[in-house]
């Protein structure tokens, strides 16, 4: 079975600073892997997902992902930090088989901005 | 463009009391998933279904019950309310998972039991 660790449950930078939340996977195979947000009384929103296309994903709100397999993860990054990027965050993995049905997701990344 | 439409978004429930929380969902997919979300503990499946009729049970399935009548409805049972069933709960859908679909979120449903 699939699972992803995040690491880090609170991740704090300043306005303007690199945003780096860790999310590593366990599968046999590389799988579909997604980095969600969600704000404050909201539901979860998709940032963005890899599929196999292309290792470096491009997600809304200037965030980015890059699947590394030699790693097993798929960091989130942003270069330059806004207070509104602050949410939490949720790393989320599925599998390819014909039989796939369900997401499993981490823990979570608080991220706070601050100024 | 409605979603994935959850009522209530509150709600207070005293021990042993029985409630249902609604999903209903306009974009005709086949999958659908309750979650609750409990502090520091991430997204704990429930229970999920894969098509009208067909129902599966999660990580943490006791003390609810699902049903699947419909594409658009998947409705989350708690009979006899306890304390630990305090959470918020999210319903989402998606296309097929084995495609690389993501899962489209309602905003949740916020349950206190006292």
């Known amino acids: 079975a699939q699972s992803v660790t995040q690491l880090g449950s609170h991740v704090s930078v300043s306005e303007g600073a690199l945003v780096l939340l860790r999310c590593n996977y366990s599968s046999s195979v590389p799988p579909y892997l997604f980095w969600y947000v969600q704000y404050p009384n909201q539901g979860l929103q998709l940032l963005l997902k890899?599929?196999?296309?292309?290792?470096l994903v491009k997600g809304i709100n200037g965030f980015e992902a890059e699947f590394k397999k030699s790693e097993t993860s798929f960091h989130l990054t942003k270069p330059s930090a806004h207070m509104s990027d602050a949410a939490e965050y949720f790393c989320a993995v599925s599998d390819r088989s014909g039989t796939a049905s369900k997401l499993t997701f981490g823990t979570g990344t608080r991220l706070q901005v601050t100024l | 463009n409605a979603g994935v439409t959850q009522t209530p978004k509150f709600r207070i429930l005293k021990i042993g009391q029985s409630m249902t929380l609604q999903c209903t969902q306009d974009?005709?997919?086949?999958?659908m998933y309750w979650y609750r979300q409990d502090p520091g503990m991430g997204l704990k499946l429930i229970y999920y279904?894969?098509?009208?009729?067909?129902?599966d049970k999660g990580e943490v399935p006791n003390g609810y019950n699902v049903s699947r009548s419909t594409t658009e409805d998947f409705p989350l049972r708690l009979e006899l309310a306890a304390p630990s069933q305090t959470s918020v709960y999210f319903c989402?859908?998606?296309?097929?998972?084995?495609?690389?679909?993501?899962?489209?979120f309602g905003n949740g449903t916020r349950l206190t039991v006292t």
């Open positions: 890899y599929t196999s296309a292309a290792t």
């Open positions: 279904s894969v098509g009208a009729g067909i129902t």
């Open positions: 989402a859908s998606s296309s097929p998972i084995n495609l690389g679909s993501p899962l489209h």
């Open positions: 974009m005709n997919h086949n999958y």
